[in-house]
Structure formats: structure tokens, C-alpha cells
């Protein structure tokens, strides 16, 4: 449970910006995003290696 402490005068706006931080750290939003459609062993493997593949690029494009 997310429990927010909002002090006295606090505007709400500020209270609900807290909870919505708080909320997208837990990573519930992205869990249910994943657990929609199952993917393979080899794709989940196959889009990291592809991922770094992209990184290691962008790294060496950096120092340039």
C-alpha cells in the first residue's frame, strides 16, 4: 500500500504528483503491460542482445 503524508496547507496537486511518483516506482503499470502476451524465452533474449547491439553503438558514436 502507497501511503502518501501530506502536511498541513500541502497543495493536493503536489500530494497526487507524490503518489503518482511513488506509484511508477513500484512498476505495477509495467508488470501488467508484460504479463498481457507471453513472449518467448529466445525474443526476450533476442531484443536484449539487439538492445545492446544499439547501445554499444551509440557509445562509440559518443566518443567520436
Same mark, same amino acid.
Given at each position: !500500500?502507497?501511503?502518501v503524508p501530506v502536511k498541513e496547507g500541502e497543495n493536493?496537486? @503536489?500530494a497526487l504528483k507524490k503518489f503518482k *511518483?511513488?506509484?511508477e516506482k513500484t512498476g505495477v503499470v509495467k508488470e501488467l503491460r508484460v *504479463? +498481457?502476451?507471453f513472449k518467448k524465452?529466445?525474443?526476450e533474449? @533476442?531484443?536484449l542482445i539487439i538492445k545492446a547491439v544499439y547501445k554499444e +553503438? !551509440?557509445?562509440k558514436?559518443?566518443?567520436i
Open positions: !500500500m502507497i501511503v493536493i496537486d @503536489r *511518483r511513488k506509484f *504479463r +498481457q502476451a524465452p529466445s525474443v533474449r @533476442r531484443e +553503438q !551509440m557509445y558514436t559518443e566518443d
